[in-house]
């Protein structure tokens, strides 16, 4: 069995920053993808940023030169550090993961989510 926990989240002043962890744990043989995903009160998930095994990024154009993804391929970890936040920024921010089972088996996986809040 596989899991997603993320920690990190809070309430933060606009214009300060934050750092999302998202740990896989379980029975993992390969980890592909890994990206962190945001939902608004209101509106649709969307796509934060990803970042592929190989290291190569992308971002979402609201966050772009503000928040900077990365995972520690050791620790199945995948981060989010998040600068100059603004409260359009507010969200519960969930990580998903490209993951290959022990048993072979592949599928996209999800956390449960974290509160992030940018209000003064």
């Known amino acids: 069995q596989v899991q997603l926990v993320e920690s990190g989240g809070g309430l933060v002043q606009p214009g300060g920053s934050l750092r999302l962890s998202c740990a896989a744990s379980?029975?993992?043989?390969?980890?592909?993808?890994m990206s962190w995903h945001r939902q608004a009160p209101g509106k649709q998930r969307e796509l934060v940023a990803a970042?592929?095994?190989?290291?190569?990024?992308n971002y979402a154009d609201s966050v772009t030169g503000r928040f900077t993804i990365s995972r520690d391929n050791v620790r199945n970890t995948v981060y989010l550090q998040m600068n100059s936040l603004k409260p359009e920024d507010t969200a519960v921010y969930y990580c998903?993961?490209?993951?290959?089972?022990?048993?072979?088996?592949?599928?996209?996986?999800w956390g449960q989510g974290t509160q992030v809040t940018v209000s003064s």
């Open positions: 998903s993961a490209d993951i290959r089972s022990s048993s072979m088996r592949r599928g996209l996986y």
């Open positions: 379980g029975s993992i043989f390969s980890i592909y993808a």
């Open positions: 970042i592929i095994s190989g290291g190569q990024t």
